[in-house]
Structures are given as structure tokens and as C-alpha cells.
């Protein structure tokens, strides 16, 4: 246990009570002794600033998950992906009306299937939109890397990089 642990309550505990004290007599005189209200001010604003130590150190985990960022990508990957397997997503608050992919073997670089990221639905349109890709029946075992890239019109530009996912075929 760190001093700093046991210091600030040692510390907090009575002054929060003298504090407390103060504000109760301070009731019965109706707010009217300056002294009790000088006091009350000192030992308030010392609470606020020796407040400062309780929020240093390391930060606390919370149990809020982070909104995702908009156009980032989700793709569920099984533990076994065969040419030919269908591999799926989500978009999150997708703000381009269409999305491109390109799988390309890790190793040489080369492209092995492009195209473009099919909706379940019919459009990109909502807070978080699934997609699939139908891998190529003819993608041979080993490494790829899986690259989305947004598209602000009808021709593939890959302009936009959105993610770029690696996988391993079967």
C-alpha cells in the first residue's frame, strides 16, 4: 500500500467532519458569525484542491464500452477460412455510399480478388451495416491481407483506406 493511500484519508476524514461541524453550527446562527463562514470557505476550498491527489494516479477502468468510430470496420474471421467461404462484417455509422475490397497474398503482393463490399441490405445507409465478401473458390492455403477502402463514386479508386485485416486460408 502506497503512503499516499493511507495520507489522504488520514488527512480528508477530519477535515471533511470539521467541515461538517462548522456547517452544522453555522445553522443554528443562521449564517450570521463571519467567523464560522470564513472557516467554512478555508476548510471547502482546502477540500476541493486536496482533492487533487484522490485523481492522480492511474486511471480507472469503467464499465462504458467506446462508441466506435465512424467507417470502422468489424470482419468475424472462423477459425478455418476454405476458398470459396463467405467472409462477413460490419460497417459502423458508414458515412460513403459504397465500400471496395482487395485481397492480396501477403507475401508477394499480388491481387487475388477485388471488388466490392456487398450490403446484407440494399444500401450502406444505417448506424451499423453488415456486409459480406465471397471469397474466390481458387485462392490457394496461405496468408492474405484483406484491404476496405471507401468509395465516393461508382469506380473503384482505392483512395480511402479504411482497414486492412489479415487472414489465412485453409
Excluded at 73 to 85: A, F, R, W, Y
Amino acid at each position: 500500500m502506497k503512503t499516499r493511500d493511507l495520507l489522504f484519508p488520514a488527512i480528508v476524514i477530519p477535515v471533511a467532519c470539521a467541515f461538517i461541524i462548522i456547517s452544522f453550527l453555522l445553522w443554528f446562527y443562521h449564517g450570521e458569525n463571519k467567523k464560522l463562514v470564513s472557516a467554512k470557505i478555508k476548510i471547502g476550498a482546502f477540500l476541493l484542491s486536496f482533492s487533487f491527489f484522490a485523481s492522480c494516479g492511474h486511471p480507472q477502468p469503467t464499465c462504458y464500452e467506446v462508441a466506435p468510430m465512424p467507417n470502422s470496420i468489424n470482419v468475424t474471421l472462423q477459425e478455418k477460412i476454405h476458398p470459396g467461404d463467405t467472409l462477413s462484417g460490419y460497417i459502423y455509422s458508414p458515412s460513403f455510399k459504397q465500400y471496395s475490397f482487395e485481397i492480396k497474398d501477403s507475401l508477394a503482393q499480388l491481387a487475388h480478388q477485388s471488388g466490392w463490399l456487398t450490403p446484407r441490405d440494399s444500401a450502406f445507409n444505417s448506424s451499423s451495416d453488415a456486409f459480406y465478401i465471397k471469397l474466390d473458390s481458387s485462392l490457394k492455403p496461405g496468408s492474405y491481407n484483406l484491404t476496405i477502402f471507401a468509395e465516393n463514386d461508382s469506380t473503384i479508386n482505392r483512395d480511402s483506406l479504411i482497414e486492412k485485416i489479415k487472414f489465412a486460408v485453409w
